[in-house]
Every structure is written in C-alpha cells, then in structure tokens.
C-alpha cells in the first residue's frame, strides 16, 4: 500500500510503501479516491498544531472512498471521512487504504464526485457554522466577508445570500473583485464604511485589521482563518469604543455542528446550489499540493488522487 508521510516537522513527505491495514471491530476500511490537502494539514506538518502524531506519520484529515471492509457500512459504499483524530492524533487519509474509526465517516450521494466529497467539510461546514451557529446571522443583516475568492469565503457567499443577508467582499485590486463568487459585491480598503452587521473573516492577519473597520458598532466579527498572518495589531480603544466582538470559529470544538450540518450542505453540492472549486494532485506529488495550498491567488482546495 502506497501511503505518503512526513518523517521530520516541515519536512517535504514521501511517497512510502507500507503494510495494508487490516479490519478491526468498530473500524472501517475505506478505499481512498481522494483526500484533501488543507491548512490544517500545513499546521500539523510544520509541527505547530497543539496535539500531533507521532513521527513518521501519514497527514491528511479529509478523505473520500469506496468501503472495502466494515461491520457499519456496506462494501461499496461511496462515504467521506473527517475527524476522529485523523491526520491530527493518529495516521492520517493521505494513503490508498485508510483505516478510519466508523464515527469519522458519511455516507457521499451519487452526484457528489469522490473529490467534491473529499473537499466539501471544511469549507462548508466552516462557513455554515460561522453564519448560523456563530454569528447567528439574520436576513437583511450586511455581510463583510475577507477571502471570497478562496474556500470557505466563496461558500460563505453563497450561505449567506441564501439568509438573505446583503454580501460585500474586501478586495485587494480589480483582478481579484473578478474572481467573486455572485452575489457579493466588491469592496476595497479604501471605500470601507462602518454599515457591516458581520464580518466573517478568513485571512486574519493585516486584512482583519483593515476589515474591522468595515464593521458597525455592535457589529460581530467571526474569525475563521489566518491566511494572510497568524498574528494580528489591533486599535484596542478604537475596538472598545465602537464594541465590535471578536469570535474565533474553532471547528474542532464545533464539530458536530458541522457533521449535523453536512448532509443538507452535500444534497445542495449533489443539486448544483452549491459550489466549490478543487484542484487535482496525484497521491505524489503532495508537497506540491501543500506548497499550492500556500500560493497567493489560488482558488479552491486541494485534493490527493489515488
């Protein structure tokens, strides 16, 4: 079994040839098909996650299959796979055969291809967690949303004109306002204007300093990512003064929030009504994908192909 794994922190992974995996009660062996390659994944592998795997270990938190073997699922079945420790506490997805713990896994419908299925939990569960469970958005609220163009923010565009919220995406120059999603309007640093109910942040970094200013006092700001910056230098009278709240999405804590969300989020995927863009790897050429996941401009998520 051809499985890749990391053999030093922030070290490139190699592609090595390991023992199959063999059935266990409440364990389910899942042909992968795909598996994501996400920036949780970065975070582990660079070695600055708060709990990790031992070395040498095989990445990777998001997969998607056919069931070879389990006493929980039929063989056959098309399923996605997140959470349980995965990629985080214990081998990984990155790898042809993945022995995953039955309550880390779902059923896929037929419409959703095996990549789609691999990619959609944490862009999507992310997104619909940060509006509905943390932000708790209401129609005709205005949205500020940073990063529309990757990920989670394009999805967070789409949930949230579904609310019926108005959408404004913070761009850096004409190039990127031509790659939003429908539905948001483009908006620079330099003509932000405090009317935003929600900011839902994506990047962190200097962005989340230029977009609070896009927030109304009393206004909510969700912080979902750290893309552009993992430290941020705030205004703090500036902030106690127009009483903006700060809160994290932590999708670890909420996962079950996503999981109950997920089955609705992939009939929307299956029915068209939601998209997500994804760039294909071979199982390979994972330090490519983990160094694409990084690149300014890219669109999308990255998934591993068997």
Avoid at 96 to 113: K, S, T
Wanted: glycine share 12%; proline share 6%.
């Amino acid at each position: 079994m051809k499985a890749v794994r990391v053999h030093a922190w922030g070290e490139a992974p190699r592609l090595d040839e390991l023992p199959e995996p063999a059935a266990a009660s409440g364990r389910t062996l899942v042909r992968m098909q795909a598996a994501t390659v996400g920036h949780i994944d970065r975070t582990v592998w660079r070695g600055a996650f708060l709990r990790h795997p031992p070395l040498p270990y095989v990445p990777g938190v998001e997969a998607a299959g056919v069931v070879v073997s389990s006493a929980h699922f039929a063989v056959g079945q098309r399923v996605w796979l997140r959470g349980s420790g995965l990629g985080v506490a214990r081998d990984g997805t990155w790898r042809e055969l993945i022995d995953a713990p039955d309550e880390a896994i779902g059923a896929l419908p037929d419409g959703v291809p095996a990549a789609l299925g691999s990619a959609f939990f944490s862009p999507c569960t992310s997104a619909w967690v940060a509006l509905h469970e943390v932000a708790r958005v209401q129609a005709g609220e205005q949205i500020l949303i940073t990063g529309a163009t990757g990920a989670v923010g394009s999805v967070a565009v789409q949930l949230a004109r579904e609310l019926g919220a108005g959408v404004r995406a913070l761009v850096s120059d004409a190039a990127q306002a031509a790659r939003l999603p429908a539905g948001a309007d483009a908006v620079s640093v330099d003509a932000l204007a405090p009317r935003a109910d929600v900011l839902i942040d994506t990047v962190g970094g200097a962005v989340l300093a230029a977009a609070l200013r896009g927030v109304a006092p009393g206004g909510r700001a969700v912080l979902v990512g750290y893309t552009a910056g993992e430290a941020v230098e705030l205004n703090l009278p500036e902030l106690l003064q127009r009483d903006v709240a700060l809160l994290p999405l932590n999708m670890l804590r909420r996962e079950d929030a996503g999981r109950a969300a997920a089955p609705a989020l992939l009939a929307r995927i299956a029915g068209g009504g939601l998209t997500l863009e994804v760039t294909e790897f071979p199982l390979h050429e994972a330090a490519r994908a983990l160094a694409w996941i990084a690149t300014r401009g890219r669109r999308g998520r990255a998934v591993l192909t068997a």
